[in-house]
């Protein structure tokens, strides 16, 4: 089978010799999203050891890696399992819904060798500029938590995934990448539609590209203190289609990984009677709790990027040349090998939630400084948050990922505070070159959405395409011979609010949309 960007083949029938030789009969469980996954790796583990055989959408085959150990070996042999999807031996059918998943681009997360070291290179170079400058994002967060608490705290109640997760994940993360304040809602608004694989994703991927194709030519004509402006200016020469897309796909990677790490550790606390009480009463620091979230509830669960470069025996299994072998973050947190007891992990970074070896998350400790301080801040502006009495958890069950949807609180009401800004005493941090003033009035974040007639915007003109954004490699859209056209800025149109959560029975949302 060939390895075309745009594939237009099936493969085998159940039952037929596998692509790749996984095998089919010897029990390849088919992964359903929604499914309870604590049970499901238990019975894999029984039944097949440390690899499991597999099923993904459309009956393709591929081998799930359960163990902490073979997990890390994966990861940290890139010359046998390499991220480079040309490999596979498999070849899907362009409406697969691994196709945005799986499909090779010029991106770090898609290479190895040379060009993932020169590329890696020039991420890290950036994005290790806020290593050192923690404070600075935890001011930006502090900010942006002001004025969105702000904004619901006269109701006594709020949602705080749409309300707060959400919104102060883009609003930061926009922000540190060098993006106008006014650009962040609208932009996280597009990245969510991506996510979800609405009829107008397509649409919204336009718009988050060409936002970023604005930033790049912005940032090389005025260069600031961003991530952009150090990426275009570091040693290894990226050009602005280069720096584009590793803009989009960084920021559309750590908004949806952000998002979830703040909903996890926050559900945590507020469903978790032992775990409230070991970090309330001093017992856990606030970091420790982060990690044991992690450990616990990873914002990735799995990663189906990694392919067999050669015939190799991995935990007894014989995997053939172009095989998937999928990393399976979650399976390997809680490997009873490594686990064996319900004991709470404290003080230990090494789980695999961010990953190991040369395609380890690269931004991690952006994630943490953010998560850190937004439920800090949250704790302290609301010391009284509980869960909303008989509130369900609705969860979107993906391939890759299971993504906490509502999570609706309720709180003693109080007045606003005199203005919605930097902590009091603090100046704002400083506004990246094109971003607006400082002051942001009370509540200015409450129901900004996707432009009207944008790109991905709901009524937005353009045939419905089903799409989603990738869990690895980005969205699968070839980039041109140049940046897109320049767009006008973002003016974003008000949207109604999201509402608290109702009461009763949700069942898990199933999609096989990444993240």
């Known amino acids: 089978m060939t390895n075309s960007p745009h594939p237009s083949h099936s493969t085998p029938a159940p039952g037929a010799p596998a692509a790749g030789g996984c095998p089919v009969s010897g029990g390849a469980h088919r992964l359903t999203p929604g499914e309870d996954q604590a049970r499901l790796y238990d019975a894999l583990r029984r039944e097949h050891g440390a690899v499991a055989p597999v099923l993904l959408p459309g009956d393709i085959r591929a081998w799930l890696v359960l163990d902490y150990h073979t997990n890390l070996t994966v990861m940290r042999t890139p010359s046998v399992y390499s991220s480079d999807s040309r490999h596979w031996s498999v070849t899907l059918p362009p409406d697969s819904p691994l196709v945005p998943i799986t499909t090779w681009q010029p991106l770090v997360a898609f290479v190895d060798g040379q060009e993932h070291g020169r590329l890696r290179g020039a991420i890290t170079g950036a994005l290790d500029r806020y290593k050192g400058a923690g404070r600075g994002v935890r001011r930006y967060v502090h900010r942006y938590m002001s004025t969105l608490v702000d904004g619901f705290q006269t109701q006594g109640r709020c949602d705080l995934v749409p309300d707060l997760a959400e919104k102060l994940s883009i609003l930061v993360l926009a922000r540190l ?129 990694r392919w067999a470069t050669n015939d190799t025996v991995l935990a007894g299994r014989h995997i053939s040349r172009g095989d998937m072998v999928m990393l399976g973050l979650a399976a390997g947190n809680s490997d009873p090998a490594i686990r064996a007891t319900e004991t709470p992990v404290r003080n230990n970074r090494a789980h695999l939630s961010f990953g190991h070896g040369p395609h380890e998350c690269p931004g991690q400790h952006l994630g943490r400084a953010i998560a850190e301080a937004a439920v800090d801040a949250l704790l302290t502006m609301l010391p009284d948050v509980q869960l909303d009495a008989g509130a369900e958890l609705p969860v979107t069950a993906s391939l890759v990922s299971n993504r906490l949807n509502s999570l609706p609180v309720t709180f003693s009401p109080r007045g606003r505070t005199a203005a919605a800004g930097a902590p009091a005493g603090q100046p704002d941090p400083p506004a990246p070159a094109g971003a607006e003033g400082a002051g942001v009035r009370a509540g200015a974040y409450a129901s900004q959405g996707l432009p009207a007639g944008a790109p991905g915007a709901p009524g937005a003109p353009g045939a419905p395409v089903a799409f989603g954004a990738a869990g690895g490699g980005g969205t699968a859209v070839a980039a041109g011979p140049g940046l897109p056209p320049e767009l006008p800025p973002a003016q974003p149109d008000p949207v109604p609010s999201a509402q608290p959560a109702a009461t009763g029975h949700r069942r898990a949302r199933k999609s096989w949309w990444p993240l």
């Open 177 to 305: 990448f060098g993006l106008a304040e006014r650009e962040a809602l609208p932009l996280g608004a597009a990245i969510r539609d991506m996510v979800q694989g609405s009829a107008t994703a397509v649409r919204s991927n336009e718009y988050v590209t060409g936002v970023m194709a604005n930033l790049v030519r912005e940032k090389r004509a005025t260069p600031g203190e961003d991530i952009a402006s150090w990426l275009l200016q570091d040693e290894a020469a990226l050009d602005d289609v280069e720096v584009m897309e590793h803009l989009r796909h960084a920021l559309v990677s750590s908004h949806e990984k952000t998002t979830n790490f703040i909903a996890n550790t926050l559900k945590a606390i507020l469903t978790e009677r032992a775990f409230h009480a070991t970090l309330t009463s001093g017992q856990m620091t606030l970091p420790d709790a982060l990690e044991e979230v992690l450990w616990n509830d990873p914002p990735l669960t799995t990663v189906p990027t």
